[in-house]
């Protein structure tokens, strides 16, 4: 069942509840001369109309956008809200200015009520409604992000202290002739239907306030700070490379709308930019679901005012690679190692100016104590291999095979690339991505290794994850 089909059936029960209790709350309350019954007949009166409100609220806002509203037409689930704030705000005042005539009427009758069994179990029924009729509707605006519904969920809560209040106010006046005539007892008793029918106003005004307010900001497109704070640790904690320079959310209802200022690297494709950009719309669908996320990309310059970036840099200004990069940060000055990547068939002494100048550069740009660097060969030219791989078929299946000896994770794919007698096999394993970044390599070198050294060795092996 979708969304707005929940929305409509929840909205659709609500009306027909509140026409039911409406009605037996009205004439209960014009049979035993009730206040308290009668300002809740007025207030579930306003209810039915509230509901009904609301179940076309929902059915507009359920039409699709279109060129008059490119944005949909959820706010006139905000607009039903706030006119339904209106109501409740005169059902107040009525009852209130009802209550005050009464208490201060020279006329004794105008205190009397005429208790009735019918009177107790309209109540206890119109409890037992709200209580039950409260939790679907909160539940469904909670399902469907709908303000109409989660108005009407609040609505319907605060009845359930209405309709106690005026439990008590009528069992106070089923009890008043009992007490001694004169004492403060009976007076506080005869009157309790109008103190009754008094919380039932204040409660009412106390929904007005809140509905009101969160209806109006709504409607002024008032900034969504929990969802934002949200969004922004997302991302600082998922997609650190990119930082987020502006961020705005606003609702309409059941509908939020989230415009985003990404940071990128200015050199970067414009492809590989929105690829970046849906991988945000998808990070902010899963931490806000049901939003329709723009995303601008703001070009930047590559930050290499840290000194990790300052010796990336400089390395590659000299024609090498580097990794394995430590700084020690002395008293005197820090002590920086690197791992060089030089070609593996490059003779040393062809590359110890560059070297030197690498180290030169670095000590001096860095204010260094020491730079010491380490030698290796680079791996980015793929070994050659004298033994054929065979029938290929025949060796990914040889590999997988392997893979499952060793309970290592069952492989998602096993690729053979070959160009004269080089090679590079790549087997792909479902990605571990609760692993930090050392884990991760930690297990891949592991798996790399184990795997090379029980296959024959006529291919370089490489596991890595799916995706990558």
């Not at 002494?349 to 180290?359: C, E, P, Y």
């Not at 060969?377 to 290929?392: M, N, T």
């Not at 891949?444 to 994850?465: D, N």
């Amino acid at each position: 069942m979708d969304a707005d089909t929940k929305k409509s059936i929840a909205a659709l029960s609500s009306v027909i509840w509140s026409a039911l209790l409406t009605a037996m709350k009205f004439v209960v309350g014009v049979l035993t001369g009730s206040l308290g019954l009668l300002s809740e007949a007025l207030h579930s009166a306003l209810d039915l109309l509230a509901a009904g409100g609301t179940l076309y609220a929902v059915k507009v806002a359920a039409i699709p956008a279109d060129k008059e509203h490119p944005y949909g037409h959820g706010k006139v689930e905000n607009l039903m809200a706030l006119g339904e704030t209106i109501l409740l705000l005169l059902t107040a005042l009525w009852v209130i200015y009802e209550a005050c005539s009464r208490l201060l009427s020279d006329d004794p009758g105008a205190l009397h009520v005429e208790t009735s069994i019918w009177a107790f179990v309209v109540v206890i029924i119109s409890l037992v409604v709200d209580v039950n009729r409260a939790a679907m509707l909160r539940r469904v605006a909670k399902e469907t992000r709908s303000a109409a519904l989660e108005a009407d969920a609040a609505h319907f809560a605060s009845d359930i202290w209405s309709s106690a209040a005026v439990l008590l106010g009528i069992t106070g006046a089923a009890f008043a002739d009992m007490a001694a005539e004169g004492s403060w007892v009976s007076w506080l008793l005869l009157r309790a239907d109008v103190l009754a029918s008094l919380v039932v106003a204040v409660l009412i005004l106390n929904i007005c306030r809140n509905l009101g307010l969160k209806t109006i900001n709504n409607l002024m497109d008032k900034a969504d700070s929990e969802a934002e704070s949200v969004i922004r640790t997302a991302m600082s904690k998922r997609m650190p490379a990119y930082p987020v320079a502006n961020l705005r959310v606003r609702e309409a209802g059941a509908k939020a709308y989230v415009d985003m200022v990404v940071c990128v690297p200015r050199a970067m494709h414009m492809d590989t930019a929105h690829e970046i950009a849906d991988a945000v719309e998808q990070l902010v669908a899963e931490v806000h679901p049901g939003a329709e996320t723009m995303v601008h990309m703001h070009p930047v310059e590559i930050d290499v005012s840290t000194p990790e970036m300052a010796v990336r840099q400089t390395a590659l200004t000299h024609r090498f690679g580097v990794h394995g990069l430590s700084i020690l940060r002395t008293e005197e000055g820090p002590v920086i190692f690197a791992d060089l990547e030089l070609p593996a068939e490059a003779i040393l002494s062809d590359w110890k100016v560059a070297v030197r100048a690498f180290r030169s550069e670095v000590k001096r740009r860095l204010k260094a104590r020491r730079v010491v660097v380490h030698i290796e060969p680079a791996l980015r030219e793929v070994p050659h291999f004298d033994k054929p791989v065979g029938d290929i078929a025949e060796w990914e299946e040889k590999v997988t095979q392997t893979m499952i000896l060793m309970g290592a994770p069952l492989p998602t794919s096993v690729n053979l690339y070959e160009v004269g007698d080089q090679r590079l096999c790549v087997v792909s394993i479902p990605a571990e991505e609760e692993l930090s970044v050392s884990s991760s390599h930690t297990r891949l070198s592991c798996l790399t290794k184990e795997l090379a050294s029980r296959l024959p060795a006529v291919s370089r092996v490489i596991v890595t994850y799916s995706g990558e």
